[in-house]
Structures are given as C-alpha cells and as structure tokens.
C-alpha cells in the first residue's frame, strides 16, 4: 500500500472513530453560591441573647477553591442595661473574609471523604460593625435598640486558620441510599477560636449523595462541592431529607467569651466543653436548595442562663 493510501485509510478510520463518539458535553457551571442566616429568633424561645445572629455568604468556584464573607454577632441576656454585669457575656462582634481549599477524595473507587481548610482573616470588635446591624434592624422591626454596645469587646485583629474533615457511611442496606452518617473532625486555630470538634449528622431522605451535610457558620468551613449539587441526567431533579445533628466541642479559647487577645476587654469565665444539638431538614430542585434548622447549645459560659437556642436559613444556587 502507498503511504498515501496509508494516510487516507488512517485519516477515514478516525473520522468513522470521531462519528461514533458522544457530542462534546456542554459547559457546566462552575459557581455554587450559597447564603446562610443563623438567629436566636428563629428559635421557639425567641430571646435576643448570646451568639444572636451570624450571616454568612460562600462562593465554591469548579477548581476546589472557595471564598466567604461572613459577621457574628453576640450579646448578654439583657440588652436594655447599658452597663451590663461582669458575669453577662459581653457584646461583641466579628467580620472576616475566608479563602480555602476542599476535595472530595478518591479511596478505591468511593468517595465519601471530604477535607477543606479555610483562613480567615477579619477584625473583631466595633469595626465589624454588629452594633450598626442590629439596632438598625431592631428599628426596621419597632423593637428597642440594644443599649450596651458601648462596652463592646475593642477592636483587634481576627486571624484564623479551620481544617475539617469528613466521612459518609451508608446506612441503607437496602442499597437505595435513603440514610446515611455523616461523621466530621474540625480543628480551629486562631483569634477568633481556638478549638476542637466532633460530630455526626444522621440523614434520612432521597438522593442524599447531592450534599454532604448542613454546616453551621461558626463551625463549619465554606466548602460545598459543586458536583453534588449537578442533576445527573438518570436522576430526577428533586431530593429531600431530614437530618438530626450532634457536636461536641473542646474550647481552648473563644473571643466571643473570653474577649480580648492583645487588649483589656470584658470577658466570662468559659466552658471548656460544650455540647450541640440540632434538627431541620433539606429540600433541593434542579440548581436551588433550602435548609432550615434549630439548634440549642450546652452553656458556654459558667453565668450562662440555661441552654441556649437559635435556629437558620441557608440557600443554595448553582450558576
């Protein structure tokens, strides 16, 4: 055979190769966006106390990075005093950005691990702005302005560095995947908390593999993989489940109690462990998700007046 037949033979049994090929896959999205509120009035004690309020905003890009913008808010049992007692949890508050990293690791074939870590940099005290926020929302509702922010823990810088990992187990002998648990590690490093934590999330529901799990602002990193939030094409475009949710947290130091790092400040003798309990459920549609919960909290504080609830609202939206 010449060697331009040999081309042209080459050349046809690519192109019938090439035609029997699927088309190019079209161009995914590659933003998850995802907002979550967390607030005592959405609790059934409805009090305005302690760690009252936390709003957070993650952006998980397709190449494993995300970034967060995120404030806490917290203040003592009576906000009407404004020169609350020296065994009341003093106001405070915190702004930081984060920048992390999260990969869904391959263990022969599984995947059901996950690992991210996230730094956090910001600034605690007047300057994150938790007094403007909340009195102005109290005058949004008609409800009194808090009067003790003048006593707030002062500014300092907020330097953090969280790692987190995470494990599914399929509970479902059944093989449908209708339960699961979700076991989790999380070690805070920093100005903002010092700390240790470990949990476990039971889930019962349909296609729980499209999540892996609800995280909470303070404790949790921004990392939600895109990938499970992406409809597969064999798979209807409706999950839902419910999930009963325990934490267990040794604390080596939490600005929010002790106050200040690098200046004098108010500040409560603290727990060293507390224990968290919560329950909500979960419904995702096509890109979009919805997440309610209520949570109650062991105390965190010695003077701490009983347990403490909160409850959130988190969304998602794939782009």
Request: aromatic share 10%; hydrophobic share 35%; proline share 5%.
């Amino acid at each position: 055979m010449s060697l331009s037949r040999l081309i042209a033979f080459a050349l046809a049994t690519s192109a019938v190769r090439a035609a029997d090929l699927p088309p190019p896959a079209s161009p995914r999205s590659v933003w998850v966006v995802s907002l979550t509120e967390e607030n005592d009035k959405f609790a059934p004690q409805n009090k305005d106390r302690y760690y009252t309020q936390g709003l957070k905003v993650a952006v998980n890009r397709g190449d494993h990075t995300f970034f967060s913008l995120t404030q806490e808010i917290n203040t003592p049992s009576d906000t009407t005093n404004p020169n609350p007692p020296d065994t009341e949890q003093p106001y405070s508050g915190a702004l930081y950005v984060g920048w992390g990293y999260g990969a869904i690791l391959e263990r022969g074939g599984r995947r059901d691990c996950m690992f991210s870590v996230e730094a956090k940099l910001g600034v605690i005290g007047p300057s994150a702005g938790g007094e403007t926020i909340q009195n102005k929302f109290h005058d949004l509702i008609g409800t009194a302005q808090a009067a003790g922010w003048g006593t707030q823990v002062p500014d300092e810088v907020l330097l953090n560095l969280d790692g987190e990992f995470r494990r599914r187990f399929d509970l479902d002998p059944s093989g449908h995947g209708n339960r699961d648990l979700i076991a989790r590690a999380a070690v805070e490093l920093g100005t903002m908390r010092t700390e240790v934590l470990l949990g476990a999330q039971l889930r019962w529901g349909v296609n729980l593999d499209k999540s892996w799990g609800h995280s909470f602002i303070r404790h949790s990193n921004g990392y939600d993989p895109i990938d499970a939030m992406r409809a597969r094409e064999s798979r209807p475009n409706f999950s839902f489940w419910a999930f009963a949710d325990t934490q267990l947290e040794v604390v080596v130091r939490n600005y929010a109690i002790d106050g200040g790092n690098f200046r004098e400040s108010r500040g409560v003798p603290r727990s060293p462990v507390v224990l968290q309990c919560a329950v909500g459920t979960t419904f995702q549609v096509y890109s979009c998700s919805a997440t309610y919960f209520i949570a109650a909290r062991t105390k965190e504080f010695e003077t701490q007046d009983g347990v403490h609830f909160f409850g959130g609202l988190k969304g998602q939206f794939l782009f």
